[in-house]
């Protein structure tokens, strides 16, 4: 598992580096707990932790998962402390 100060690199389809990013905190917590500062945090869009809820189970279901209210999740907040962007062109390396 993860942990806080570990420096993790991100990259793209083709296995090109994109980032490396640095954990700030760790939360293990039940599904049901995750707040709405994390959900939003994601950046992906929902509108409210309810639709980050039924995102996330529609996902983990159509990945062969169920996911109820007291299954443990991961909470990862980190920040980028590297980007390639600039740095690569599109496509090839």
């Known amino acids: 598992m993860e942990h806080v100060g570990e420096r993790l690199v991100l990259v793209d389809d083709a296995g090109a580096r994109v980032a490396e990013i640095e954990m700030t905190r760790v939360e293990l917590t ?3 707990a995750v707040t ?3 959900a ?3 950046g992906e869009g ?3 932790v309810e639709h980050w809820r039924e995102g996330h189970r529609r996902y983990w279901k159509s990945q062969g998962y169920e996911v109820d209210d007291s299954t443990t999740v991961v909470c990862l907040w ?3 402390v590297d980007q390639e962007v600039g740095r690569r062109s599109s496509g090839a390396t």
């Open 30 to 32: 039940p599904f049901a």
């Open 46 to 48: 929902f509108r409210s």
């Open 78 to 80: 980190f920040r980028v």
């Open 36 to 38: 709405w500062e994390f």
């Open 40 to 42: 939003q945090a994601e």
